[in-house]
């Protein structure tokens, strides 16, 4: 049980922390719509990912020294774009555009698009999931499948109790302004996230 609780821990660690694919996932909840489908891609892609560290896709990140620059490239440049969406649905949306009743809820295949995004454009899924859960897993000879497990049980527990827990929440957001202080916040989010991206690499962080 050791190298399966090791996994699930460090796994749920990882993920827990407000970031941009947990913040979409969190407001596709409040909103109710594509949860189940949203969840369930954000489970299945750390599966992935977890699944490359740990049976050896770290070795090859590190073989390609021009793979971690391009990913932060497109990652910080989606980062940007969506939290000026945001900000910019907060701050100029009307009231009866931003209540729940009168939301017009986006297509599947654009609400999966814009989640597959968030996650495969982001290099820190990379780095957790597949840099630093491979090299944690490395310590558990013979016991890899144990800890790919419990590190993706970890992912599928924390994406779906939080999409679905978040529907709870829907009387507050019946509050126009409540979705305004939302939409501003995921896009403080996304830009705090892609400037600590960028001085992490330039290796400069004027705060």
Same mark, same amino acid.
């Given at each position: 049980?050791?190298?399966?609780?090791?996994?699930?821990?460090?796994?749920?660690?990882?993920?827990?922390?407000?970031?941009?694919?947990?913040?979409?996932?969190?407001?596709?909840?409040?909103?109710?719509?594509?949860?189940?489908?949203?969840?369930?891609?954000?489970? &299945?892609?750390?599966?992935?990912?977890?699944?490359?560290?740990?049976?050896?896709?770290?070795?090859?990140?590190?073989?390609?020294?021009?793979?971690?620059?391009?990913? &932060?490239?497109?990652?910080?440049?989606?980062?940007?774009?969506?939290?000026?969406?945001?900000?910019?649905?907060?701050?100029?949306?009307?009231?009866?555009?931003?209540?729940?009743?009168?939301?017009?809820?986006?297509?599947?295949?654009?609400?999966?698009?814009?989640?597959?995004?968030?996650?495969?454009?982001?290099?820190?899924?990379?780095?957790?999931?597949?840099?630093?859960?491979?090299?944690?897993?490395?310590?558990?000879?013979?016991?890899?499948?144990?800890?790919?497990?419990?590190?993706?049980?970890?992912?599928?527990?924390?994406?779906?109790?939080?999409?679905?827990?978040?529907?709870?929440?829907?009387?507050?957001?019946?509050?126009? &302004?409540?979705?305004?202080?939302?939409?501003?916040?995921?896009?403080?989010?996304?830009?705090?996230?892609?400037?600590?991206?960028?001085?992490?690499?330039?290796?400069?962080?004027?705060?």
């Amino acid at each position: 049980m050791g190298a399966l609780l090791s996994g699930f821990f460090l796994g749920l660690s990882l993920i827990v922390a407000i970031g941009a694919q947990n913040a979409f996932v969190l407001k596709q909840g409040i909103r109710k719509e594509h949860v189940f489908w949203v969840c369930l891609v954000c489970a &299945l892609s750390d599966a992935i990912l977890i699944s490359f560290g740990v049976l050896g896709f770290s070795f090859v990140l590190q073989k390609i020294s021009w793979l971690q620059p391009v990913m &932060l490239f497109a990652g910080v440049l989606f980062l940007v774009g969506y939290g000026a969406r945001s900000l910019w649905a907060g701050l100029t949306h009307d009231n009866e555009s931003l209540a729940p009743s009168a939301h017009e809820p986006a297509p599947l295949k654009q609400t999966l698009a814009v989640c597959l995004a968030i996650t495969w454009l982001n290099p820190h899924v990379y780095l957790d999931t597949v840099v630093l859960m491979g090299t944690v897993s490395a310590q558990f000879a013979g016991e890899h499948l144990k800890f790919l497990t419990g590190a993706v049980s970890a992912s599928f527990l924390f994406f779906f109790s939080l999409g679905y827990g978040s529907t709870f929440l829907g009387a507050l957001f019946r509050k126009p &302004l409540a979705w305004k202080v939302l939409d501003i916040a995921i896009g403080l989010v996304m830009w705090a996230i892609a400037y600590r991206l960028v001085s992490e690499f330039v290796g400069f962080d004027v705060f």
